[in-house]
């Protein structure tokens, strides 16, 4: 009886892990009983249920509160399906299963919203770990996708930044840089109530919804404008008029020749 006590405390032990909550969308019944044999075995999964329609998948969504939903590809309007779902959970990691790897294909499925995907080249051995991948935030991919993506964003990010007013421009440009709206309204001598109609007006078009997002958008998207030498931000250059186009070493030597 001795031996045997480590050995259940070995058993157990992987119980004591978080567990990820799975559910699993198809509408072909073999499909689904057979993800949901694989993955049940998983260590650190647990398959809460399997689904055959939307409709149950957003009851199951509700009741049960799993950590990813597993979609069919194939499943009749999944894209469309996946948006509503995700509208609904937004805590929720969607991941596509056998989806086709095309740059067009992956984009749109991206733009519905989904965490990743699983290739329908993938070998059953694989779907574990390639959802793991997916739930800590990474996603395997073929080179052309990637570069597809990529070009997919550049051109949103364009696309975005074109629909904007020369105001708008400006104020995300102050928010990149941290100001308050009412920091803002100071700067560009406008009312609050101003600021906060063009913030609002901004994140619409940008497809955001708080404004902690416009400048992480700013921030990654583009580069702040070179202020002119006599727009500075007095508090944040001692009231000095620097000339930021030069260097050091000239900047101090202009300043050397101020009258005093």
């Known amino acids: 009886m001795g031996a045997e006590r480590p050995l259940r405390r070995a058993e157990v032990a992987p119980a004591a892990r978080p567990v990820s909550k799975i559910l699993i969308l198809s509408e072909i019944r073999l499909l689904r009983d057979s993800l949901g044999d ?38 009749s309007q999944g894209a469309l399906a996946a948006a509503r779902i995700r509208d609904a959970a937004p805590h929720l990691q969607i991941v596509v299963l056998a989806v086709a790897e095309r740059p067009e294909t992956i984009i749109a499925w991206a733009e519905a919203g989904v965490a990743g995907y699983v290739p329908g080249s993938a070998a059953p051995a694989e779907l574990a770990p390639l959802l793991r991948d997916i739930m800590r935030g990474e ?40 100001l308050s709206n009412k920091d803002i309204a100071r700067r560009l001598n406008i009312g609050l109530a101003t600021t906060k109609s063009h913030v609002h ?29 006599g727009d500075l931000d007095p508090v944040r250059y001692g ?10 070493p000239e900047m101090d030597s202009r300043l050397s020749r101020r009258p005093r």
């Open 139 to 178: 996603q395997r991919c073929e080179a052309a996708v990637a570069a597809g993506l990529l070009h997919r964003v550049s051109s949103m990010a364009s696309a975005a930044e074109a629909a904007l007013t020369v105001r708008e421009r400006e104020i995300i440009q102050l928010i990149g840089a941290d």
């Open 239 to 248: 009231g000095l008029d620097p000339a930021p186009h030069l260097s050091h």
């Open 201 to 229: 007006n901004l994140l619409g078009k940008l497809k955001l919804k708080r404004r902690g997002q416009a400048a992480s958008w700013m921030r990654e998207h583009q580069r702040p404008a070179e202020p002119a030498a």
């Open 38 to 75: 694989i993955l049940g075995r998983e260590p650190g999964m647990s398959v809460v249920g399997l689904v055959g329609d939307v409709a149950a998948a957003m009851q199951a969504v509700r009741e049960l509160r799993p950590d990813l939903l597993l979609l069919d590809a194939a499943l």
